[in-house]
Structures are given as structure tokens and as C-alpha cells.
T-cell receptor, first 114, second 117 residues
Framework: DTEVTQTPKHLVMGMTNKKSLKCEQH?????MYWYKQKAKKPPELMFV???????INESVPSRFSPECPNSSLLNLHLHALQPEDSALYLC?????????????FGPGTRLTVL | AQTVTQSQPEMSVQEAETVTLSCTYD???????LFWYKQPPSRQMILVIR??????QNATENRFSVNFQKAAKSFSLKISDSQLGDAAMYFC??????????????FGQGTELSVKP
């Protein structure tokens, strides 16, 4: 199994809603990532978890709250988002944070904030 | 800070022909890693090829090869015998060693490649 899965595929939410994005991998990877990607732009790193601990937070607004319940799961909790937060949210995982290891990306969740 | 530049926002190639995508980067480090990722329309990003900076030999993966010029800080991707399935956005990425910025991936702005039948 060399797959990173993400649910839901699409999400539409209002600015007052609370929702969560889910990411799962069963490759035994111990580093997991959240990226935000706007159309025709490169991914922007948001958070890194290493061995279920938050390793990097790229000064992301608090309306985005990551959670790593176990080594296979990564969640991103969303609350009071703004329309400019509409984007493709990508999850990725890698064996460890070591620089050589390939990052495997999920298909993403396309988020629209109304 | 490290930066990655892809100077060609769009490229086009005829099927079965060869195309080269350019990438330059700026760093003061001697030890790092370089990657090319492919993101087809509405599909997930996958690794095409990677290169360790300490290796002089250029990496190859089937029809994909790189021209790594460390002194010039250049890392171009050559796609031979282009196929329709090669149409995608291609991102060049730089990664520092883990002890520097946690080994973050720094992406270029991307090159959108179209393949004409």
C-alpha cells in the first residue's frame, strides 16, 4: 500500500462552520505534512508532524488546527475560515523527516469557503 | 534563504519529441537534495526524479533524466519520447538537510507542460 488517502474530496463550508479534513497512510511513515495549494501555484507548507508531534508550524492562522491522533492519521480542523482560505489542501507523508526520503502526496481536498 | 526558480511558466512539446524544463536554485549549503514532481490536472502529485547534491552522476528514470550542474546551481529535467500522459504541471523542489529548517521542501513556481498529438 503506497497510498495517501484524503477525505473528503470536496468540501464547501460557510465562514461560521466547523469542519475537518482527514488524511491517512498505512506505509509506516512517521512524518506527515499539510500543504495549501492555490490554482497553478506550488504547494505552501502549513504543518509538519514527526512521530506524532508537531514539528513545524509555518505561522498558520489559528483557524486551522492540526491533529495527529496516531502514526497513520492526520486531521486538519477548520473553524471560522475566510473566502481566501479556499484552496486545495494536500496531505503528504514520508518515512522520516530525513531529507532524502520521498514525500508521498494525497489527492487533496478541494475546499471552498463561501 | 533558499529559493527555487522555474523561468518557463508554460512549455509545449510534440508527442515523441524531447523537451527540457529549466530550474535554478540559490543556496549557500553544500549538502541538499533536489526533486522534480509532476502534478497532472486533477490528480495527485508524484515524484518524477531526485538528485543528491553530493552525487556528480546525473539521475535517470526511464524517459526522465536530469542535468545537474552544482556550480551553476542548475537542475533541468529532460523528458525523452514525450507521451500524452506527460502533460502536467512540473515542480522543481529543493530540500535542505534535516538540521536546517527541518528539511522543508521549497518549490519553484512550476512549469505547465502540454503535449501535442
Amino acid at each position: 500500500d503506497t497510498e495517501v488517502t484524503q477525505t473528503p474530496k470536496h468540501l464547501v463550508m460557510g465562514m461560521t462552520n466547523k469542519k475537518s479534513l482527514k488524511c491517512e497512510q498505512h506505509m509506516g511513515h512517521r512524518a506527515m505534512y499539510w500543504y495549501k495549494q492555490k490554482a497553478k501555484k506550488p504547494p505552501e507548507l502549513m504543518f509538519v508532524y514527526s512521530y506524532e508531534k508537531l514539528s513545524i508550524n509555518e505561522s498558520v492562522p489559528s483557524r486551522f488546527s492540526p491533529e495527529c491522533p496516531n502514526s497513520s492519521l492526520l486531521n486538519l480542523h477548520l473553524h471560522a475560515l475566510q473566502p481566501e482560505d479556499s484552496a486545495l489542501y494536500l496531505c503528504a507523508s514520508t518515512l522520516t523527516e530525513s531529507s532524502y526520503n520521498e514525500q508521498f502526496f494525497g489527492p487533496g481536498t478541494r475546499l471552498t469557503v463561501l | 534563504a533558499q529559493t527555487v526558480t522555474q523561468s518557463q511558466p508554460e512549455m509545449s512539446v510534440q508527442e515523441a519529441e524531447t523537451v527540457t524544463l529549466s530550474c535554478t536554485y540559490d543556496t549557500s549549503e553544500s549538502d541538499y537534495y533536489l526533486f522534480w514532481y509532476k502534478q497532472p490536472p486533477s490528480r495527485q502529485m508524484i515524484l518524477v526524479i531526485r538528485q543528491e547534491a553530493y552525487k556528480q552522476q546525473n539521475a535517470t528514470e526511464n524517459r526522465f533524466s536530469v542535468n545537474f550542474q552544482k556550480a551553476a546551481k542548475s537542475f533541468s529535467l529532460k523528458i525523452s519520447d514525450s507521451q500524452l500522459g506527460d502533460a502536467a504541471m512540473y515542480f522543481c523542489a529543493y530540500r535542505s538537510p534535516i538540521y536546517n529548517q527541518g528539511g522543508k521542501l521549497i518549490f519553484g513556481q512550476g512549469t505547465e507542460l502540454s503535449v501535442k498529438p
